[in-house]
């Protein structure tokens, strides 16, 4: 469902055994609504049971249950969610409202264990956070099919350049054949005065000419047809010596690739195990992900259920006592400042576990691009050797048909020989001469008959040349084409990255501005280029840094870092990159709801400012504050007082 299409529509949440809600059912308007109240009242609970129904794998179930339960209903639909404790961790199911969450786990769900928030509490490079959301593997896989796209429009451009570079020796072979073409003619046609001029001259008969003309003309036909043959023999044997040639370099070829070294086969099952490693360590990550998040939870009393009003009845009272508190795993008492350190050296084993996904991602990424040389290497050696099969047959074929066209020539000259002689048999006046004549032009005209041919091809040849070198020039646009689409989509990410940049800054003075802090004068995002280890090749990968502009009483401005803010600045400074990323990438386009938590670093008049600012944006906006944090927002927009 759309999210524009939502307004104007109550949506009920009815809960079950998230956080700390053991049961409740709550109906929220359209626009702002406020949860006021103290610590450990479900409050935050109640904003992860949303989550949950929106498609956050976030929440946490309660403690002492196996399974718990959201429903979402908005308007007439009903978006369903249930967490069911399997394995040491808790399984998802059901039908959510989104079916990728990141987009909102990111930039709309904004709890205190926010990680957008939390990036920048830590200094963590920010460009994951910024760039998550935007895909860029569809960039990638077109530039992929560009650039093969581009390199069969090279092969077709050397090859038209080639047919290019042999035009002018057709050309000058045409000339060279029209010559000799010529000169054979006028040959041929002083032959035949001469013939004509003795046959005028002499007292022949019409027999004895009429029999000299036959006898010649069969020795002109077979001595055409021996001319063919030659002419076929010399073209098998130049295939022959090509086709041997070929067979010779595809064996050198087959015999150089025996061993591709790696079997694709053996590399898809590291890879594989890979993947499976990369699906341990993701539920590795979900673990401590919930587990952070639930101890965080108690630590904050949130994570216990009220079922009473009487602060004698409160068990968080009972437990979170002094600097000491009740373990809820082992039930000890131990020092709070221990828990967190644990909490401490958990965070620190997740980011550990996401720097050895990343290695993962990167040694699968490597060995995917390896096994697919290897298999395009396996293909062109099974081509290869499918075509040494090919040439040794044609290299048989080519034999026998030079053996037979050798039998036919031997054939042909001697039915030659036989026709001559029996020309020169035949008995005219002025024998010898006439024969020499006529002997002659038997043999211009079989000259002039291959020329003719010769012509043919030739011309048939640059026509064809001509034809396809007029391809060339739209492949050369098509080629710049093709480039200028690769450079677009190469440099597209860094353009992506620089809005991106761009846009976070606008936004986050926009924030400042709302908010109004003397001393916070400015918070920015640098793009810079850095060189890192990734498998085994250095790569360039950008970073996100952020910086700080604050200013003395005086009004002298100077650059600080997130490390030297004191902790209410850092969670004003996660909060106001948080929420640029809701405005940058959109946010309310596709998720209705925003939910904010933990704002007590920020004022109730600033708090206030940033729920009006939003509330344009959302169509449902659900913000836990402190009851005196809500003072400034009472009477303007529903509250919910309690949840049990």
């Known amino acids: 469902m759309p999210s524009q299409q939502l307004v104007e529509q109550d949506v009920e949440v009815s809960v079950e055994n998230i956080g700390g809600i053991s049961e409740a059912t709550v109906s929220l308007s359209p626009g702002v609504t406020v949860l006021p109240g103290r610590n450990a009242t479900n409050r935050t609970s109640f904003l992860q049971s949303i989550m949950a129904g929106l498609g956050s794998e976030k929440p946490s179930l309660k403690a002492d249950a196996d ?15 249930t967490l069911k404790r399997r394995g040491g961790t808790v399984v998802f199911d059901g039908n959510p409202y989104l079916d990728d969450p990141e987009l909102a786990d990111l930039f709309a769900f904004l709890l205190e264990n926010n990680e957008a928030r939390l990036a920048v509490a830590r200094s963590d490079d920010l460009r994951d956070i910024i760039m998550r959301p935007i895909d860029t593997d569809e960039i990638d896989a077109e530039i992929e099919a560009k650039k093969r796209e581009r390199s069969a429009v090279d092969d077709e451009i050397n090859r038209l350049e080639r047919l290019e570079s042999e035009l002018p020796k057709l050309e000058s072979k045409r000339a060279e054949i029209k010559n000799e073409l010529g000169d054979a003619r006028e040959e041929r046609d002083e032959l035949e005065a001469e013939i004509e001029a003795l046959e005028t001259g002499v007292n022949e008969s019409k027999d004895k000419k009429a029999e000299l003309e036959e006898a010649f003309g069969k020795v002109r036909e077979t001595r055409s047809t ?39 086969e053996r590399l898809g099952g590291r890879i594989e195990e890979l ?3 990369k699906q341990s360590i993701n539920e590795r990550l979900n673990q401590l992900g919930s587990i952070i998040s639930f101890n965080e939870e108690m630590l904050d009393g949130e994570g216990i259920a009220l079922e009473t009003d009487s602060q004698a009845d409160d068990p968080t009272a009972e437990l979170m006592a002094g600097d000491r508190t009740t373990c809820w795993t082992c039930g000890s008492t131990v020092e709070t400042d221990s828990i967190e350190d644990t909490l401490a050296q958990l965070r620190d084993l997740r980011r550990e576990t996401l720097t050895e996904r990343n290695e993962v991602d990167s040694e699968i990424s490597e060995l995917v691009d390896r096994r697919s040389t290897l298999r395009n290497r396996r293909n062109e050696i099974d081509r290869a050797q499918r075509r040494l099969e090919t040439v040794a047959s044609k290299i048989e074929q080519g034999k026998a048909r030079i053996e037979d066209l050798e039998t036919q020539i031997e054939e042909t000259e001697a039915e030659l020989e036989e026709l001559e002689a029996a020309a020169e048999a035949v008995e005219t006046d002025d024998h010898d001469k006439a024969l020499s ?46 480039a200028d689409r690769i450079a677009e989509l190469r440099t597209r990410v860094d353009r992506i990255e620089e809005n991106a940049v761009e846009a976070f800054n606008d936004h986050m003075e926009t924030m400042l501005d709302i908010l109004d802090y003397e001393n916070l004068d400015r918070i920015w995002i640098e793009r810079r280029e850095t060189t890192v280890r990734e498998g085994r090749k250095n790569v360039i990968q950008t970073r996100f840094d952020l910086h700080i502009v604050r200013s003395t009483p005086e009004g002298r401005a100077y650059e600080d870092t997130i490390d030297h803010l004191s902790e209410s600045e850092r969670e004003v400074t996660g909060l106001v990159f948080a929420l640029a990323g809701y405005l940058v990438h959109e946010v309310h386009e596709t998720v209705p709801f925003m939910i ?12 206030a400012r940033i729920v009006g600012y939003f509330g344009e944006y959302a169509d449902y906006l659900v913000v836990a504050l402190l009851p005196e944090d809500a003072e400034p927002l009472a009477g303007e927009h529903p509250r919910v007082e309690a949840i049990e």
């Open 437 to 482: 004549l006529h002997k002659e032009r038997n043999r211009v005209d079989v000259r002039i008959d291959r020329l003719e041919s010769d012509l043919t091809a030739v011309e048939s040849d640059i026509d064809d040349h001509e034809d396809r070198i007029s391809q060339k020039e739209t492949l050369v646009e098509k080629r710049d084409t093709l």
């Open 67 to 81: 399974e718990g339960h959201v429903e979402l209903t908005i308007g007439e639909e009903t978006y369903t969610r």
């Open 596 to 607: 904010l938590d933990s704002l007590e670093a920020i004022d109730a008049e600033r708090i």
């Open 226 to 264: 021996l001319d063919d043959l030659q002419f076929d023999l010399r073209t098998e044997r130049t295939s022959l010596s090509e086709l041997e040639s070929e067979h010779d370099e595809l064996e050198a070829t087959l015999k150089e690739a025996d061993d591709l070294g790696e079997s694709p």
């Open 275 to 277: 993947r499976n490693r």
